[in-house]
């Protein structure tokens, strides 16, 4: 079993930033491959961006890409979303997902077994 817990959400103007961190417990870090989605009400969750076991290949949907970085911390069992240039458009409640039966997940929604309980990010414009 695996645990996941979110932290870093909050409310910021936009134009600026956040950095959400995911912790993961309950099995080897680097056995899971990991993404972010979002969520807003009415709306289906959609993967933000995903990162491989090792890092080395990363998604970024369009609507993210230059302003949203991905990167984990395999030692620190944790994995990061640096998000700048934020846009109202970006406030939704984001979530933590590991894979752990696969290298990369990408977009892939069914192979992510696991999910943190999301943490609120909100952008005023």
């Known amino acids: 079993q695996v645990q996941l817990v979110e932290s870093g959400g909050g409310l910021v103007q936009a134009g600026g930033s956040l950095r959400l961190s995911c912790a993961a417990s309950g099995r080897t870090f680097g056995s899971l491959a990991m993404g972010w989605f979002r969520q807003v009400p009415g709306k289906e969750r959609e993967c933000v961006t995903a990162i491989s076991r090792s890092g080395g290949s990363t998604h970024y949907a369009d609507s993210v890409k230059g302003r949203f970085t991905i990167s984990r911390g395999n030692a620190k069992n944790t994995v990061y979303l640096q998000m700048n240039s934020l846009k109202p458009e970006d406030t939704a409640v984001y979530y933590c997902?590991?894979?752990?039966?696969?290298?990369?997940?990408?977009?892939?929604?069914?192979?992510?077994?696991?999910w943190g309980q999301g943490t609120q990010v909100t952008v005023s414009s």
């Open positions: 997902a590991a894979a752990p039966s696969t290298y990369y997940a990408g977009t892939n929604f069914e192979m992510y077994d696991y």
